[in-house]
């Protein structure tokens, strides 16, 4: 009987155990993290060391501003923190591919002309003919190239340098446009 208990316990040792299926590998949720990350170009646009003050001394961290789009109407901003630059970046992509809008986009423009205000920062956008480009200062310069859009107008009406205010300000401009064929709809 022994000997029986044994010959069961070694076949029970040779069976490798299955492994748990890991939360992040649900049905219908792509493995393969490559194939998206192709899809979408990133741009790191504003990087500052933060401090908070602990009992020791100073505490520092890094925060990281990521636009990143697919330049064909799809465009996303993230923010994150992290203790070094490259898990402070990781973080922001991650947190950009979240969020991201659809920008109705009519001959390489945008359909009309908008307007918003985050914070201090106040962007005005504006549609140009074919041919123009982009004609627009850092912050609204990166995220319409990474939106796509090719002939755009912009001015950054607000007195404030800070680029993450600046950048939500356009994504909220961005937010509030609606497609050139509802708005003629609309009027008739």
Known sequence: ?????????????????????????????????????????????????????????????????????????????????GLDVAHAVEKATRSAKKDLIQVPIVADSIPHETYAKFGAAKVLLKPQRKGRGVVAGGTVRVICNLAGIKNISSKILGRTGNKLNNAKATILALKNLKYAAARNSSKT
């Open 1 to 81: 009987m022994i000997k029986e208990n044994l010959a069961k316990q070694e076949v029970v040792s040779d069976k490798v155990p299955e492994r748990k299926r890991s939360v992040f590998s649900r049905p219908g949720r792509p493995t393969d993290r490559a194939a998206t990350d192709k899809e979408f170009d990133s741009k790191l646009l504003d990087l500052a060391r933060i401090a908070h003050m602990k009992a020791g001394g100073r505490r520092f961290r890094f925060r990281a501003v990521v636009v990143v789009g697919n330049k064909t109407g799809k465009v996303g901003i993230g923010v994150a923190k």
